[in-house]
């Protein structure tokens, strides 16, 4: 059985590093697994990225932001995580509609309703089946990101984390609400030490597929 798992949180929570961590557990189970992210995941909506985040696009009207992240997420949900998902592989993917809802919309005060109903046809109606939420104060999250910024080649992804520690704090309250409404979402305390962190997803992911649907 394929299930679609997303990863989310504010700037620096530490989502890539327990991607790949969750992704190796999963693979050690014996699941096929595909990681993927938005925006980007495949070259159409991987150039749409290098757009979205260019700190030099500092100008970008909010609406347009908008439709570049739905058109992106459009591309990657055809070319690669619904193939995956129709070929019995379970995608790990970092960031998906979520995101669009905290950022575009808690962050940048755009209409929730027309989120909601532009994320249904960019996804075309996919939603995930479960969503980690990784969770820190976004004073330690900012902190993490800008270090990590300009000690790598990342130096050209900057746009949001040059955002005011405001607007991070909109989008940080933004998926707080959101995982309280929807039971797909797992919070995870994301502070601290790294292999404590990955040990809670574990758990997570585990006690999710032995519940889920399909699996029992
Ligand atoms: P990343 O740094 O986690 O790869 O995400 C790229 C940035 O894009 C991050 O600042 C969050 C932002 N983002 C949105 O604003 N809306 C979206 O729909 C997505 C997927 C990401």
Do not use: W
Request: negative net charge; charged residues 30%; aromatic residues 6%.
């Amino acid at each position: 059985m394929a299930f679609f798992i997303t990863i989310e949180g504010i700037e620096g929570c530490g989502k890539s590093t327990q991607i790949g961590h969750l992704a190796r557990h999963l693979a050690d189970r014996g699941e096929q697994t595909l990681t993927t992210r938005e925006p980007g995941g495949c070259p159409i909506a991987d150039e749409i990225r290098t757009i979205l985040l260019h700190p030099g696009n500092a100008a970008m009207a909010p609406r347009a932001e908008l439709l570049l992240y739905a058109a992106a997420r459009a591309q990657h949900v055809d070319e690669v995580v619904r193939p995956a998902l129709s070929q019995g592989t379970t995608v790990l993917c970092d960031r998906f509609t979520d995101a669009t809802l905290a950022y575009q919309g808690y962050g940048r005060g755009l209409d929730i309703d027309l989120i909601n109903r532009l994320n249904l046809i960019a996804a075309d109606g996919l939603t995930p089946d479960l969503t980690l939420l990784l969770e820190m104060p976004v004073e330690e999250g900012l902190f993490r990101a800008r270090r990590r910024n300009t000690d790598s080649a990342e130096v050209d992804e900057g746009r949001f984390e040059a955002e005011s520690l405001a607007f991070h704090r909109k989008v940080r309250d933004g998926y707080l609400q959101l995982a309280a409404r929807e039971e797909r979402f797992k919070i995870i305390d994301a502070r601290g030490d790294i292999d404590a962190v990955a040990e809670k997803i574990r758990r997570t992911v585990d006690d999710f597929l032995r519940s889920a649907p399909g699996n029992v």
